[in-house]
C-alpha cells in the first residue's frame, strides 16, 4: 500500500496538471454565429424603438383628446 504522504502529493500533482491542459485549449468562435447575432439584435432595437414612437404618439394623443 502506498503511505498517506505519497498519496496526497499524487492528488496535488494532478489537480496542477489538470489546470494546465486547460490552459492550453483555444477558444474558436463561428463568425456566422456572430453576425446572426447582430442581426438579431438590430431587428429587435428597431422593434423596441417602433413600439416606443407608437405608445408615445398614442399618449400624446389621448393627452391632446382629453384637454381640449
Known amino acids: 500500500m502506498k503511505s498517506l504522504d505519497t498519496i496526497?502529493?499524487?492528488k496535488?500533482?494532478?489537480k496542477y496538471l489538470q489546470k494546465d491542459i486547460r490552459?492550453?485549449?483555444s477558444?474558436?468562435?463561428?463568425?456566422?454565429i456572430l453576425l446572426n447575432?447582430?442581426?438579431i439584435n438590430k431587428k429587435n432595437e428597431?422593434?423596441?424603438?417602433?413600439?416606443f414612437s407608437a405608445a408615445a404618439s398614442t399618449g400624446l394623443?389621448?393627452?391632446?383628446?382629453?384637454?381640449?
Open 12 to 14: 496535488l500533482v494532478a
Open 23 to 25: 490552459q492550453t485549449q
Open 61 to 68: 394623443i389621448l393627452f391632446g383628446l382629453i384637454i381640449f
Open 37 to 39: 447575432r447582430i442581426e
Open 27 to 32: 477558444k474558436t468562435s463561428n463568425i456566422n
Open 8 to 10: 496526497i502529493r499524487d
Open 46 to 51: 428597431t422593434r423596441k424603438k417602433l413600439y
